[in-house]
């Protein structure tokens, strides 16, 4: 009976140890593009939206956020801050990667990714006149 007794208190005293370390997550740097996807009709033709990026650090710094199309120039910089959002019209015809750096460092803390899809056209288009009561 004891020894149960000792075994259930040093389970119990164990399964605070182990739920407590998982209570405790690293902050770390995010970043985050919205929306994620854009559509066009045509190949031909490139995709534009507005786009918004968002990112968060643990810590203040002078961050700046970056895209692949223009690597050399960053689109926005933050002084000092832990956290900010940009937002612009954008144009792409490719995927299109965005990244956060320190000011003057090469270096990608974060990344996030624009996809681009485009819509296939064409077809059967007298299947695509069918009314819906007619394919039940």
């Known amino acids: 009976m004891k020894m149960s007794g000792l075994l259930l208190v040093l389970l119990f005293s164990l399964s605070f140890t182990v739920f ?8 770390k740097l995010e970043l985050w593009v919205k929306p994620k996807l854009c559509l066009r009709y045509k190949e031909s033709k490139p995709c534009s939206l507005e786009l918004r990026l968002r990112w968060t650090a643990p810590s203040e710094g002078n ?20 956290a900010g959002e940009y937002e612009t019209e954008f144009t792409i015809d490719s995927d ?9 460092s ?14 296939l ?11 819906i009561w007619n394919l039940i």
């Open 121 to 131: 056209g064409g077809g059967n288009k007298a299947r695509n006149r069918r009314h």
């Open 20 to 27: 407590g370390a998982d209570d405790k997550q690293e902050a």
């Open 96 to 104: 299109v990667e965005f990244w956060l750096s320190m000011r003057g």
């Open 63 to 82: 961050y700046c956020v970056y895209s692949a199309q223009t690597e050399m120039e960053p689109l926005q910089c933050w002084h000092l801050s832990s």
């Open 106 to 119: 090469e270096i990608k803390l974060a990344t996030a990714e624009l996809e681009l899809a485009t819509l």
